[in-house]
């Protein structure tokens, strides 16, 4: 009875909670609708004309009459207008077909004061397109071009010989038409096809081939968002005017082999899905591929850029081939993506090439490239891993292509580029990253010495540099909570305006404010960097070390030949001979010739080299040695040379642990005798005493007596052999860091 009396009371309760659900949702669906039709009445232009462009309509005979008679104007050019259509050029419909291709070659070909253009935007091609025989076929010498070609248009076809000329031993002369032009006999064969009026291609779609193969554009070609979903074949096609394939795609391969484009071309986010072939091409003005996709092999083998070439944030996920390219202008690759090879083997760079935060994820090949003197390779916050992919080039040479300007964000950069040539065992090369890692290292501490710090610099100072007092004091406020790490952070501050930033960020360092004793140390390191750079090119440079060595032990030779043997001139005079002044001046003059070879062959800066070498070499000894003809000698064993040499012993010596003075010993003295001063040879032992005294190696144990000598002469002996113990430390620094096997030290730092 319960179970009766209950039931229908759950029935109607259910019933109520299904209408009350009902209504719910036929007030949503009554929303949503009303929602679709209000926005119907607003919606942008662009989806109303993607809208637009679906409702095409199929190109039948009877409308394609009427389009050829009726074209119209748009943008100064006569056009037949074949937007929004579906044409039908498949086999099976080869009536309509072959009187496509016939009523539109027979119009576009017709003479007349304007040529006649084609646009075909928005539709859609079955079929394959043969566009090329919608051209004027023609030769291409001038006594048989036709007569329906205007003189402007003569001169266009006139300028392919010019670009054949300049490209005469490279790549063109190969095509059909270039042979024919510089032919010297006039019944050459060589014909092209004409295409006189503006083709139109916006988002055009072709589902069959495409053939363009052997055709001159006289003017412009525009195919943006156009899509050939088979292969395009535009191989040995001229392009007279602007051309423009922006965000086209290619879903098969892609043939513009050999083409040449006059004006400037733009692929700007063009997809080539397959093969995308630009072999043996021309561009004479810039070429913009600015985000452009190459998921297959892209082929740029020897292609001639004479513009600027716009290659950034392009991602080549296949290889991509610019063998024997020849790039006379700026290549931007600025964001770049090589997911695999890159080749640039025999290429031809007359201008900079800018990697800057490219990224070389397989194999990027340099070899036998050939840099202009004012070509390097552009490489800060470049993305290079030496554990999982290489750079190459040529020995010697490529280390000296990179370029970076700042040394803060891209020691990685530089670190991984240097141990990618170690690995491959181009000892030079790492060595010229290594060199340009430090240079940029000594511009950071000359800033930080020289400039003034704008977080310990005083409202004065801001002042003075050229700040406002409004912005000197936000400076002030600003560094007291925290302080600035690099200049950027100036612009975050509201009274710092552009102008100010560029005018006065060149005059300021930023970090940690030093104190008397850190300014010091800095100073120190900056002198200690500064010399390695001059003298040896950090450790990189084996003959300009060889060259500095030379300088200063000729030098030291002659002066000590000086001591030794013009002592006085009254009452009775010690003076060398004619001959041996002559010899010991030849033999000087020889030794620094060789010398200021090496310095300045190897030498960044050689004047700069020699300028402070010379700051080392010259002041002290020139100073004593002054000292010393002032005061007069005037000492037992005048007539006897201060050089004493072993004579139990002639032999080429390593003499690492000698002094320059013999021991107070009379088994010492016994041994070592002086240098006889009547032969003609001993002009010779000099050098031997200098080059002893510096690179500790010699043909005799030469040092100077312990009796009877003045301290003028020994201190002079001591200095050379202090500087000595320097020179021999660089110069085994740098041999090991400069041959393989020997580059030990390296690591050290």
Known sequence: MNKLFFQPQVTRRETQRFAKKLLCVNLRLTVVFLCVLFLSFFLPSPVLAAQTQLERTPLTLEILQERIGKPILREGNLTVDLRQMVIDLRPENSSFRDAFYQLLRKELQKAGAKPLGLDLSYSVIQGDFIGSDLGLRTPLYAQAIAPIFTATEQAQLESLRLVCLQSLAITLPNSKDCRSLLATDSNTSGEINVFRGTLTMVNTRFNGQVNFLNTFFLQAVDAQNAIFLQSANWSETRFSRLVSFMNAT??????FQGGIFFDNV????????????FRSSFFVQSANFNQALFKQLAKFTKVQWQGNINFADVRFAGQAQFTKANFNQFLLLTEATFEQAVSFREAQFNHPVNLRGASILN??????????????LNVPGLSFNSNQAKILGNLGQIGKRFCVLSLQGNQNVLRNLSQNFRQQQQIADANQLEYLKQRLRLIELSQRLLRTNINSAAITQLINLGFSATQAEEIINRRQFRIFRNSSELLTLADIDLETYHKLSDHLSFGEPLALGGWILQ??????????????????????????????????????WLVDRCRRLHPIPIVPTYYETVAILLGFSCIEFFSLLAIFRNAEQPWLTLGCLLMIIIPVPITL???????????????????????????LRLLIGRLPVIP??????????????????????????????????????IRLRDQHLPGIIATLAWYQWSLGVLYITLILWTLSRTIPGLNLLIYLK
């Open 266 to 277: 733009n692929f700007k986010q063009a997809q080539f899905q397959e093969l995308a072939d």
């Open 523 to 560: 100073a120190w390191s900056w002198l200690a960097l500064s010399l390695l750079l001059l003298l040896s090119g950090y450790g990189t440079s084996f003959w300009l070390a060889f060259g500095v060595g030379g300088v200063a032990i000729a030098y030291f030779g002659l002066l000590f």
């Open 625 to 651: 040695i002054i000292r010393l003809y002032q005061q007069g000698r005037y000492h037992d064993l005048m007539d006897v040379s201060y050089f004493t040499e072993d004579g139990t012993f002639r032999q």
């Open 664 to 701: 107070r010993n009379q088994t010492f003295r016994e041994r070592y005798m002086p240098l006889l001063s009547d032969r003609r040879w001993n002009w010779l032992n000099y050098y031997d005493f200098s080059l002893n005294n510096l690179v500790r190696l010699g043909f005799n144990d």
């Open 363 to 376: 194999l990027a090949d340099f070899s036998d490239a050939i840099f202009a003197k004012t070509a390097f």
């Open 250 to 255: 290619f879903r098969q391969g892609t043939n």
